[in-house]
């Protein structure tokens, strides 16, 4: 769930403005997993503009304090929350580490990277939530390590019920700054679609995998 209305308004906002998240209903995209798609989100791209990473930290960091009385590690999901996760650590003066998708086949053979000891209490930073398998797999990593997973705090998210039901059978919590509901209202607002291109982002949401451009 978003965790304020307000913050996920500007923060939906500032991603079109900075081309972070691309709207292409006529032209989708094709991700990884062969979906086509009239929305691509790469949120790394905050990393170049400093007003825009300041209040994305800032606003992540403001979060994890009101949210958790005790956190002693900030992990962030590689590859692009290593980069937000970091500047999180950092404001919050705590250690920061990044679990990989995997771990590595050569040298110590790490998934997780960084320092981090039994029980700690770890908050997980993410850029995107789409399925939310991603996310899983790094919390999984940290539980194996014996970390205290106490929840995971994104950027954004598409918000797909499979994601829902993910993250609820693992029982996690989990909170974005801003949604698709709302980049989609703000998208309307500032005049980046045209009334027609709505339809079809919709149709997408309802149904990602077997949509495909008219």
Known sequence: MILNKKIAQKTAELLLQIKAIKLEPQQPFTWSSGWKSPIYCDNRVILSYPVVRNFVKEQLADQIKEQYAQVDVIAGVATGAIGIGALVAEHLNLPFI???PEAKKHGR????EGFL?????????EDLISTGKSSLNAV??????????????????????VAAQNFKQQELNVQTL?????????????????SQDISALKQWRENPSNWQPA
Do not use: C, H
Not at 109 to 112: F, R, S, V
Not at 119 to 125: C, F, G, L, M
């Open 109 to 112: 053979k790490n998934q997780i």
């Open 98 to 100: 990044y679990v990989r």
């Open 117 to 125: 000891q039994p029980e700690q209490n770890v908050v997980v930073i």
């Open 140 to 161: 999984n990593a940290l539980k194996e390590a014996r970390a205290e997973v106490n929840g995971l705090i994104a950027i954004f998210s598409y918000g797909f019920d």
């Open 178 to 194: 801003s949604n698709y509901e709302t980049l989609l209202q703000k998208a309307v607002e500032d005049k980046y679609l045209e």
